[in-house]
């Protein structure tokens, strides 16, 4: 098995519930870090899920936390994900929240 630390998924927040990072097939992740940069001029609601395969979203900060405009948030809570998990997420305006987030897949 090897284990790759990178960036694994980065981009905009969608306006709606979206899949953000899939766990590929044979590989076990760990995600330590997820960055959020609120780019618009007036504060965004976020929200981030965590959905095991087969599973139901639950919510992994607090419901529709307001993040302030031009404001960094950072969750660095280790989140372990098997094959086919997902982390999910949202936002009110499309594409003004960028994100990145990191850890290492085991595959």
Do not use: C, H, W
Request: glycine share 4%; charged share 20%; no cysteine.
């Amino acid at each position: 098995m090897t284990v790759t630390i990178k960036s694994l998924k980065d981009g905009q927040l969608p306006s709606s519930k979206t899949t953000l990072y899939t766990v590929p097939a044979a590989t076990q992740t760990v995600i330590n870090r997820i960055r959020l940069v609120n780019t618009n001029s007036t504060a965004e609601t976020i929200n981030l899920y965590f959905k095991a395969s087969g599973g139901t979203s639950r919510r992994i900060i607090p419901e529709d936390y307001s993040l302030a405009a031009k404001a960094l948030f950072v969750m660095d809570d280790v989140l372990t994900m098997e094959v086919s998990d997902v982390v999910e997420g949202d936002t009110t305006t499309v594409s003004k929240v960028d994100y990145v987030i990191s850890g290492a897949e085991n595959s």
